[in-house]
């Protein structure tokens, strides 16, 4: 039975009340850049007001379209969430339109495991972004890593619609990547060709639903 995003929103609003120190996205930076294409409108609105219980951060350096090198950078959680945002690290996919070079150098990307209380356990979310100068100025798209915490096992919050190339796993999502002043931008001017891996963002991915298993 699918158990729409919505119930999971209201379950979350319903226990996860805003306190005056309690910090959410709006105090973690390149947050807002990196989220505002890969959630739906309402639950950005959500998270901007809901505490965060655990924030975990891994650094890697983007080789071709993975991680390399992932190590924790900031852990304000237990090691189980330490093992999980490291996973989601090195199995992120990262689709960059913003290289004009071709050379191999590497460039720093930080990937984010959210972790939040609702009515009936946990709920965690991933995002990542660049970390260099500039980067809160690209566009992010492709859909969040979501999943419900059920006994000891984490069940993923599923997209209700995939682009053709976009790499979806248990632990594993695709990110995409744009300058913000590009003519092949996802919410705007110009088709990409079918041959480039894209990852549509906007309202349609970033619906999801819970599968229960």
């Keep these: 039975m699918k158990v729409r995003l919505l119930l999971a929103l209201l379950c979350f609003g319903g226990v996860a009340l805003p306190c005056a120190d309690a910090r959410s996205i709006k105090d973690i930076p390149s947050a807002r850049e990196a989220l505002l294409r890969i959630v739906s ?4 609105q959500s998270l901007a007001i809901s505490p965060i219980e655990g924030w975990v ?32 690290a090195n199995n992120l996919k990262v689709v960059d339109l913003t290289r004009v070079d071709q050379s191999n150098s ?7 495991l959210l972790v939040y209380r609702i009515a009936d356990g946990k709920m965690a979310m991933s995002f990542a972004h ?6 809160n100025q690209l566009r992010y798209s492709g ?20 682009a053709p190339n976009e790499r979806r796993g248990p632990r594993m999502y695709t ?10 931008s996802l919410q705007g001017n ?6 480039m891996s ?12 819970t599968r229960d298993q």
């Design 41 to 44: 409108p309402k639950f950005y």
């Design 57 to 88: 951060v891994v650094r890697g350096d983007l080789v071709n379209d993975h991680l390399v090198g992932t190590r924790v950078t900031r852990s304000e959680a237990g090691s189980t969430y330490e093992k999980l945002a490291l996973d989601l």
């Design 106 to 112: 590497r460039r720093s990307v930080l990937v984010h």
């Design 130 to 135: 660049f970390d260099e100068a500039g980067s």
């Design 143 to 162: 859909a969040a890593w979501m999943a419900v915490e059920k006994g000891n096992k984490w069940v993923p919050i599923e997209p209700r619609q995939l």
């Design 175 to 184: 990110l995409a990547v744009e300058p913000a002043n590009s003519t092949r």
């Design 190 to 195: 110009g088709r990409l060709p079918i041959s």
């Design 198 to 209: 894209i990852v549509e963002g906007g309202a349609i991915n970033a619906m999801h639903s």
